[in-house]
């Protein structure tokens, strides 16, 4: 099953995807999707606290030179991304919560999640759910997509 959401192809995961052949598939299968999701989850947080702070060194190693997104009605690219990034210095925090993995092989993966920012002038806190798709290269992930409020 493929299922698209602006843009934003995944496919449906299943054991084959996440684990191996072995006699034990779906026991490593669980522990190989729960550490991809868990990898996964930690990069998004990282690309957040970047956003807000405005590192652009950061952002440069954690996206795919592919990279695009959508936001407020604007398509970009990489350098169109990275390089007007001036920070959010009123976020006080970003909570990623309620993450799925919904499709992994090898070298790809996509994660839909939930996110609530909150402000430090105490403005109502803004929550959206937003999905992401990674590639692997040389060993490491990178955000290949970012679908923002969907």
């Not at 991304?81 to 309620?98: F, L, R, T």
């Not at 993995?101 to 959206?128: I, Q």
């Not at 990674?134 to 955000?143: H, L, M, Y």
Request: aromatic content about 8%.
């Amino acid at each position: 099953m493929v299922v698209a959401a602006g843009g934003l192809a995944c496919k449906k995961s299943d054991q084959s995807m996440l684990g191996s052949n072995s006699g034990n598939q779906p026991a490593q299968a669980a522990e190989s999707g729960e550490k991809v999701l868990n990898d996964l989850t930690a990069l998004i947080k990282q690309y957040f606290v970047a956003i807000n702070r405005g590192d652009k060194g950061t952002l440069e190693r954690l996206l795919a030179p592919e990279f695009n997104s959508r936001w407020r009605g604007k398509d970009y690219d990489k350098d169109a991304w990275v390089g007007p990034q001036a920070g959010e210095p009123n976020v006080a925090g970003d909570e990623i919560y309620n993450a799925q993995l919904a499709g992994s092989s090898a070298d790809e993966a996509t994660v839909h999640f939930e996110r609530r920012t909150t402000y430090k002038d105490n403005s109502p806190p803004y929550k959206e759910r937003n999905s992401a798709t990674f590639v692997k290269k040389e060993g490491r992930w990178q955000i290949k997509t970012l679908i923002y409020g969907h």
